[in-house]
C-alpha cells in the first residue's frame, strides 16, 4: 500500500479503500458532518457508519457538502442489534440509506452476532437477515456484505445457510489485541478483516512501547499503530473529529516497520482490555 487510496479487492471483485474513517462515538449533528468533510479533504475515500451510531444522516450530509463525487467514496453502515429478521433487515436497510441519501450502499455489515434480544435464537435470527442481505445484494442495492465482531463459531453457523460468503469480518484490532484465530479463520476463506478501534481506546497512545518506536521512526504513535495494521493485511478504521489528527492518521505511506518490531508490537502488552465479548453482551 503506497497511498490513502490504495485498495484490498473483496471476495467478489469489489474494491476498498485500504484505510477508512470511523464515525464511532462521533455527535450527529455538525460534529459529524465537518469530520467527515474534513476528512474527505484530507483524502479518505471511505466512510464507516452504523445505524447504532445515530449519525448517519449527518455522514450522508457530510457526503454531499464535502462535494466529491459519491461514486468516488466507498460507504459502509450496519445492521443494529435490535434487527433481526427477513422483512425487518429490509426495512432497517432502507431507512439507513434514506438517512444517508444513497440510492446503493457500498458495504453492508451485521453488527453483533449475538445480540441480548435473540440470544436464544442468534443463528436462525442471523440467518434471516443475512438471506435478507444476499437479496438486496443481488438487486444490485449493496456492493458487498459482511459482518463484524464475528468470531469462528458465528461465521460457521451463518456459513451452513449462506449462499454469500460474507466478504469483510469488522473487528477490534490493534497492537497488542491481534485476534489471531479469527483473523487467521478470515484470512484462510478471502475475507477482508477489518480493525475497528486501531488505535486502541486511547491507553494505547500512551504505551511504553509504542511510544518507543514512534520515536524511533519519527512518527506519532497513532500513525505506528496504523502501519501496523496495515502491514498486517487489515484494513484500518481510524476515528477522530479533530482535523489535525484526521490529517496526521493519512500520514502512513513514507515508511514502513521491520519484521523485528511488527512482531514487538503484535505481542506487546494490551493495555487497553479485550472489549465485549459478543457472547455476553449487554445490547
Same mark, same amino acid.
Given at each position: 500500500?503506497?497511498?490513502? =487510496?490504495? &485498495?484490498? =479487492?473483496?471476495? @467478489?471483485?469489489?474494491?476498498?479503500?485500504c484505510?477508512?474513517?470511523?464515525?464511532w462515538?462521533?455527535?450527529?449533528?455538525?460534529?459529524?458532518v465537518?469530520?467527515?468533510?474534513?476528512a474527505? $479533504?484530507a483524502?479518505? !475515500?471511505h466512510?464507516?457508519?452504523?445505524?447504532?451510531?445515530?449519525?448517519?444522516g449527518?455522514?450522508? !450530509?457530510? /457526503?454531499?457538502?464535502?462535494?466529491?463525487?459519491r461514486?468516488?467514496?466507498? &460507504?459502509t453502515?450496519?445492521?443494529?442489534n435490535?434487527?433481526?429478521?427477513?422483512?425487518?433487515? %429490509?426495512?432497517?436497510?432502507?431507512?439507513?440509506?434514506e438517512?444517508?441519501? /444513497?440510492?446503493?450502499?457500498?458495504?453492508?455489515?451485521?453488527?453483533? +452476532?449475538?445480540?441480548?434480544?435473540? !440470544?436464544? @435464537?442468534?443463528?436462525? $435470527?442471523?440467518a434471516?437477515?443475512?438471506?435478507?442481505?444476499?437479496?438486496?445484494?443481488?438487486?444490485?442495492?449493496?456492493?458487498?456484505?459482511?459482518?463484524?465482531?464475528?468470531?469462528?463459531?458465528?461465521?460457521?453457523?451463518?456459513? %451452513? =445457510?449462506?449462499?454469500? #460468503?460474507? *466478504?469483510? @469480518?469488522?473487528? !477490534?484490532?490493534?497492537?497488542?489485541?491481534?485476534?489471531?484465530?479469527?483473523?487467521?479463520?478470515?484470512k484462510?476463506?478471502?475475507?477482508l478483516?477489518?480493525a475497528?478501534? +486501531? /488505535?486502541? =481506546?486511547?491507553?494505547l497512545?500512551?504505551?511504553?512501547t509504542?511510544?518507543?518506536?514512534a520515536?524511533?521512526?519519527?512518527?506519532?504513535p $497513532?500513525?505506528?499503530?496504523?502501519?501496523?495494521?496495515?502491514? *498486517?493485511?487489515?484494513n484500518?478504521?481510524? %476515528?477522530? #473529529?479533530? +482535523?489535525?489528527?484526521?490529517?496526521?492518521?493519512? %500520514?502512513?505511506f513514507?515508511f514502513?516497520?521491520? @519484521?523485528d518490531?511488527?512482531?514487538? /508490537?503484535?505481542?506487546?502488552e494490551? +493495555?487497553c482490555?479485550?472489549?465485549?465479548?459478543?457472547?455476553?453482551?449487554?445490547?
Amino acid at each position: 500500500m503506497k497511498s490513502l =487510496t490504495d &485498495v484490498y =479487492t473483496l471476495s @467478489n471483485g469489489v474494491t476498498i479503500p485500504c484505510v477508512g474513517f470511523g464515525t464511532w462515538q462521533t455527535p450527529d449533528g455538525d460534529v459529524a458532518v465537518s469530520s467527515v468533510k474534513a476528512a474527505l $479533504a484530507a483524502g479518505y !475515500r471511505h466512510i464507516d457508519t452504523a445505524a447504532a451510531y445515530g449519525n448517519e444522516g449527518s455522514v450522508g !450530509r457530510g /457526503l454531499v457538502e464535502s462535494g466529491v463525487d459519491r461514486k468516488d467514496v466507498f &460507504v459502509t453502515t450496519k445492521l443494529w442489534n435490535s434487527v433481526r429478521g427477513y422483512e425487518q433487515t %429490509k426495512e432497517a436497510f432502507a431507512e439507513s440509506m434514506e438517512k444517508l441519501g /444513497l440510492s446503493v450502499l457500498d458495504l453492508y455489515l451485521i453488527h453483533w +452476532p449475538n445480540p441480548a434480544a435473540f !440470544r436464544n @435464537n442468534w443463528e436462525e $435470527a442471523n440467518a434471516e437477515s443475512w438471506r435478507a442481505m444476499e437479496d438486496l445484494y443481488n438487486e444490485g442495492k449493496i456492493r458487498a456484505i459482511g459482518v463484524s465482531n464475528f468470531l469462528p463459531h458465528h461465521f460457521e453457523a451463518l456459513l %451452513k =445457510t449462506a449462499k454469500v #460468503v460474507p *466478504m469483510v @469480518n469488522q473487528i !477490534r484490532l490493534f497492537p497488542g489485541f491481534p485476534q489471531r484465530e479469527t483473523v487467521s479463520f478470515c484470512k484462510k476463506r478471502n475475507v477482508l478483516v477489518q480493525a475497528y478501534s +486501531p /488505535l486502541g =481506546t486511547g491507553k494505547l497512545l500512551s504505551a511504553e512501547t509504542l511510544l518507543a518506536l514512534a520515536k524511533k521512526y519519527g512518527k506519532s504513535p $497513532a500513525q505506528v499503530a496504523l502501519r501496523w495494521s496495515l502491514q *498486517m493485511g487489515f484494513n484500518p478504521l481510524p %476515528k477522530s #473529529v479533530t +482535523p489535525s489528527r484526521i490529517e496526521e492518521n493519512t %500520514k502512513l505511506f513514507d515508511f514502513s516497520l521491520s @519484521n523485528d518490531d511488527m512482531e514487538i /508490537l503484535t505481542g506487546m502488552e494490551n +493495555p487497553c482490555g479485550v472489549g465485549n465479548h459478543p457472547d455476553h453482551t449487554s445490547f
